[in-house]
């Protein structure tokens, strides 16, 4: 893992209503923003053509911004199973498509990835959005879902910074 690469990131924040994305570049200790967004399938859909709304959208993101790594976005647990199995029909399809397409794919916690951003894992959805401005000034028209997948994003660059510490302390 050399971190004086420049290494294209993408964030994903997956949903079946809603599933944001982000893509930044790190390099060393910085990172910059390249792009966002948030795929939106139609609900009206049944839910396998919405999986591959998903999926088709989520390829042309991939071919157009040529991340090598993608990071994604545990699933919380929802209140009810079906909205949770849903969440995961959604999650599962990102993985398959980032995987397929040959990123090395790691998953973080949310509160893992707020805790990278903000310092504590508790911290609310307004002060991540806040922290992923300031690190990455040049985006705009943040939405929730495309703001929680470039703070994935920053929080995957954050951890492969700690990782190649470790390996140099070794």
Same mark, same amino acid.
């Given at each position: =893992? ?20 982000? $893509? +930044? ?30 999926? !088709? *959208?989520? !390829?042309?993101? +991939? ?5 090598? /790594? %993608?990071?994604?976005? /545990? ?11 849903? #969440?995961?029909?959604? !999650?599962?399809?990102?993985?398959? +498509?980032?995987?397929?397409?040959? #990123?090395?794919?790691? *998953?973080?916690?949310? &509160? ?15 002060? $991540? %959005?806040? =922290?992923?401005? &300031?690190? #990455? ?12 997948? #470039? ?8 951890? &492969? ?6 390996? &140099?302390? !070794?």
């Amino acid at each position: =893992m050399d971190l004086s690469a420049q290494t294209t990131i993408i964030g994903i924040d997956p949903g079946l209503q809603h599933t944001g994305w982000g $893509v +930044i570049n790190s390099i060393g200790n910085r990172v910059s923003w390249i792009a966002h967004g948030v795929i939106n399938p139609p609900t009206s859909l049944p839910l396998a053509d919405r999986l591959a709304f998903l999926a !088709r *959208e989520l !390829r042309k993101i +991939i071919e157009l911004y040529a991340p090598s /790594e %993608a990071a994604v976005e /545990e699933t919380f647990f929802a209140n009810s199973a079906k909205t949770s199995l849903l #969440l995961g029909h959604a !999650r599962g399809a990102a993985l398959a +498509i980032l995987a397929g397409e040959g #990123l090395v794919v790691s *998953e973080y916690a949310t &509160r893992r990835v707020k805790k990278a951003l903000v310092g504590t894992g508790s911290a609310e959805k307004d002060q $991540v %959005a806040f =922290m992923v401005k &300031r690190l #990455l000034p040049n985006c705009d028209a943040l939405k929730s879902d495309s703001a929680d997948a #470039l703070a994935v994003a920053l929080c995957h660059a954050t951890e &492969r910074k700690m990782a190649q510490a470790v390996l &140099r302390a !070794r």
